[in-house]
């Protein structure tokens, strides 16, 4: 198995180099990936953010942000400055102590699920067992932040939105549990590494859409479902609920509230690349492409290449979905909250299911094309 | 059992065109990324005002004579006139006349019945002002003469839908210069005068066959 580029070995061993004891190394390496992830996660919430802008802009035939920074890159920067300094508003009846757990409780499950996205080979937090099941046990965290702080705000329109919230996220999560199960089952394992390894081995034509495609509708349903975009924003409603739990928010805890959930957009959307679409994996092995030119994979620099190339790859079929969600946004009217259950429950699950079902016996059935 | 089994066919024909539609929808939405924005840049661009827009209303004081029928025709007897009746020349002097801009609706009745003339409408429109009083014109204020969009150097006009070539639906793709569609009101004009005296000399000629028979 080619192990590709590990950084934290060449690191750990460049200090041990200097006379440094493996324990040191060990703890001064940790704290890098997490802010290289944190700061790939809020830059990625930025571009998305200026992404979104910009294409909802172009959608409707307008400009969009021009004047913030060359083609107004630094508008979603300027939002966020605005956000930060402006005054931080509790409302005397509302219960201070939840109204400020509430945002923090939705934005630290999105963040840690961070752990689980692989870049490449090494290049992730950590390669933890439990993998995709960690980001599934995770989201289910928010939910509970979203009624907390649509219930402390002592809002009607707070609370319908908190209770919305979370209906949608119970109800939504166990169609998305049961596909990931069924790309589980074909890679017989939960971690993401694997799940992306077992799709490369014949470039595009192995990946998981090809084998999974209800699933990967599903998938999507649901992940839009979970970051509560249109057509399932309804949580958020500004024309029946003028935003649902954010409404008593402002300033800073606001912004924890939307930067929560373009985290959670761009989070779902690597994940649906993790999961479907072959990750980090170039469209056409890349090994093949090293030894057509006569390369050996082993060797430094083209480790480092296939390391750039596994990076872009993973951004551009990320930012690829982020497209489709932003024009699903200005294509799709919202659906009501009772459409929205029925979607979930009479339709998504059972198909799931079955699609479960069906995916177990093509398993039995061909174990060399479904991992047996 | 087949009845189950339609069910289930027909469920999954709904779910298919739904998804078909969607596309439909999104195919829609992406054409619509790759048209040119019809948005004018407002403090730099602006759009030039048709010919019998209803802005600002213009006053001459000279011409006034104070009759007073402005007020009486105006929905809510808006314009104030000021004037006395000088005893030696027994005629009526003006002395003030103004027009509350926070309060006209621009319903254009004073102008259409302004003995004189005195009134017209402008194609002004930006009168926003931080106190709404100074929204109420005097005769001075009202005498300046309009500003034009389009002799503003610092404002790139922009012509309207209707005053566009043929074919076109984007200001921004042609120079100002370039003909509108259709004829102007001048060639109408003309045409309508060849038209009538065509018909004039038909009318006689039948009236000449009828005078014979």
């Keep these: 198995m080619n192990t590709g580029l590990d950084l934290e070995l060449s690191f750990n061993n460049l200090l041990q180099g200097f006379g440094i004891s493996s324990e040191i190394s060990h703890i001064l390496w940790l704290p890098l990936p997490m802010l290289l992830v944190l700061s790939s996660a809020l830059i990625g919430v930025l571009v998305t953010v200026w992404l979104e802008r910009k294409v909802s802009a172009a959608a409707q035939q307008r400009i969009g942000p021009e004047y913030a920074g060359a083609l107004g890159v630094l508008q979603p920067m300027a939002d966020g400055l605005k956000l930060l300094v402006k005054e931080d508003v509790i409302p005397a009846k509302a219960d201070g102590l939840l109204f400020t757990l509430g945002p923090i409780l939705v934005l630290i499950p999105v963040i840690l699920s961070w752990l689980i996205v692989p870049f490449g080979q090494n290049l992730l937090i950590s390669n933890v067992g439990i993998g995709i099941f960690l980001w599934i046990a995770l989201s289910s965290i928010q939910p509970i932040g979203l009624l907390m702080s649509g219930y402390a705000s002592n809002n009607k329109y707070s609370l319908l939105g908190g209770l919305r919230a979370a209906a949608q996220s119970i109800s939504y999560e166990i169609p998305l549990a049961l596909s990931v199960l069924a790309v589980v089952m074909m890679s017989n394992s939960l971690s993401t590494i694997d799940i992306v390894n077992q799709q490369n081995s014949f470039g595009f034509l192995s990946w998981n859409i090809w084998r999974q495609p209800v699933g990967f509708v599903i998938f999507w349903i649901c992940a839009l479902a979970e970051c509560e975009r249109l057509p399932f924003d309804l949580p958020e409603a500004e024309e029946e609920l003028v935003a649902g739990y954010q409404t008593e928010y402002a300033g800073m805890k606001f912004a924890l509230f939307y930067l929560g959930s373009y985290i959670n957009l761009v989070l779902s959307a690597l994940l649906v690349s993790v999961l479907y679409l072959g990750g980090w994996g170039f469209p056409f092995p890349v090994e093949w492409i090293a030894n057509l030119l006569g390369q050996n994979v082993d060797t430094p620099l083209v480790q480092v290449f296939t390391g750039s190339i596994g990076i872009v790859m993973t951004i551009i079929k990320t930012y690829l979905l982020v497209f489709l969600a932003i024009l699903l946004r200005w294509t799709t009217p919202r659906v009501r909250i009772d459409q929205l259950l029925d979607l979930g429950w009479k339709f998504l699950l059972p198909i799931s299911l079955v699609n479960l079902l069906f995916t177990a016996a093509l398993k039995l059935a061909f174990p060399i094309a479904f991992g047996g | ?213």
Excluded at chain 2, 115 to 141: G, I, K, Q, W
């Design chain 2, 1 to 213: 059992m087949t009845g189950f089994f339609r069910q289930v066919a027909d469920y999954t024909q709904n779910a298919i065109s739904a998804g078909k539609y969607l596309l439909q929808g999104l195919a829609v939405t992406f054409d619509h990324m790759g048209r040119r924005p019809i948005t004018v840049q407002y403090p730099y661009e602006k759009l030039i005002p048709s010919e019998r827009y209803r802005g600002r209303i213009h006053y001459e004081f000279d011409k006034c004579i104070a009759c007073e029928v402005c007020v009486r025709v105006c929905p809510i007897n808006l314009p104030v006139v000021d004037w006395v009746m000088n005893k030696e020349t027994k005629k009526k002097e003006l002395r003030n006349y103004s027009i509350d801009f926070g309060v006209c609706i621009f319903c254009g009745n004073c102008v259409e019945y302004c003995p004189t003339n005195c009134l017209s409408m402008t194609e002004e429109y930006e009168l926003a002002s931080f106190d709404r009083h100074s929204l109420n014109f005097d005769n001075v204020a009202l005498g300046r003469l309009p500003t034009s969009v389009t002799t503003d150097p610092s404002v790139k006009p922009l012509r309207e839908l209707g005053y566009l070539p043929q074919g076109i639906m984007d200001p921004h793709e042609v120079p100002n210069k370039d003909p509108r569609a259709g004829k102007l009101p001048a060639e109408v004009l003309d045409w309508m005068k060849q038209e009538s005296s065509k018909e004039g000399e038909i009318a006689s000629i039948s009236n000449t066959k009828e005078e014979v028979n």
